[in-house]
């Protein structure tokens, strides 16, 4: 089945304590990206990336990390997290650019304390 | 910037039709997409518009107008399931996706 996945869908944790959200898509997609959701502001792009090794900010990328050194994976760090990084985070992927229809993954509910 | 606008709530009564309105900048325009968002799930691909007109698919429809920098999406027959955010995103002349804040529309029995 053709899919975005993440892992983990929920966390809490506490400031300053390093983690990383997987998020991995089997359609050999080019293009993928992060988003965080939060009330009022709508989706925002971390990041995005146009092909491995390829990474570029988005409209918020403060306080966060990515990496692509494998077409499937595109995983989003946070080296040092703070309560405003509470959040709903999606992961999605496109087949070449990010102006195609994006596929997106389930969600990670990240509360940090 | 690139303000994408569009009503925060709608409400409307099943079988009913509702038209959703997006209004965009037009400067350096590419396309529109509009993605549905049931609660706590993952948007997913309603339609996607370029060109001016009227897209029909089902009971959903997408129409564009690029020299208002103006949108609608167009919900007829509605249905319960129908209950969900619509996001309208644009994409403009760089490889992002920007979304505006959604409408959350209840329908009604």
């Known amino acids: 089945e053709a899919q975005v996945t993440q892992n983990p869908r929920y966390l809490i944790t506490v400031t300053g304590k390093k983690l990383t959200v997987t998020c991995s898509q089997n359609m050999n997609h080019e293009y993928m990206s992060w988003y965080r959701q939060d009330p009022g502001l709508g989706l925002r792009q971390i990041y995005y990336?146009?092909?491995?090794?390829?990474?570029d900010k988005g409209d918020v990328p403060e306080g966060y990390k990515v990496s692509r050194k494998e077409k499937r994976n595109f995983p989003l760090i946070l080296e040092s997290p703070s309560p405003n990084q509470t959040s709903l985070y999606f992961c999605?992927?496109?087949?070449?650019?990010?102006?195609?229809?994006?596929?997106f993954g389930p969600g990670t509910r990240l509360t940090v304390t | 910037g690139q303000n994408i606008d569009q009503p925060t709530e709608m409400t409307a009564t099943e079988g009913a039709i509702v038209q959703i309105n997006c209004t965009y900048q037009?400067?350096?325009?590419?396309?529109l997409f509009w993605y549905q968002q049931h609660a706590g799930e993952a948007p997913t691909f309603l339609s996607y518009?370029?060109?001016?007109g009227l897209e029909e698919k089902g009971r959903f429809s997408s129409f564009l107008s690029r020299s208002k920098g103006y949108s609608y999406l167009l919900l007829k027959e509605l249905q319960m399931k129908d209950s969900a955010s619509y996001l309208c995103a644009v994409t403009y002349n760089t490889d992002k996706l920007i979304f505006g804040t959604g409408t959350r529309l209840q329908v009604f029995p």
């Open positions: 990336s146009m092909n491995v090794e390829v990474t």
């Open positions: 999605a992927s496109s087949p070449i650019t990010g102006t195609d229809e994006q596929y």
């Open positions: 518009n370029v060109l001016d």
């Open positions: 037009t400067s350096g325009f590419n396309g």
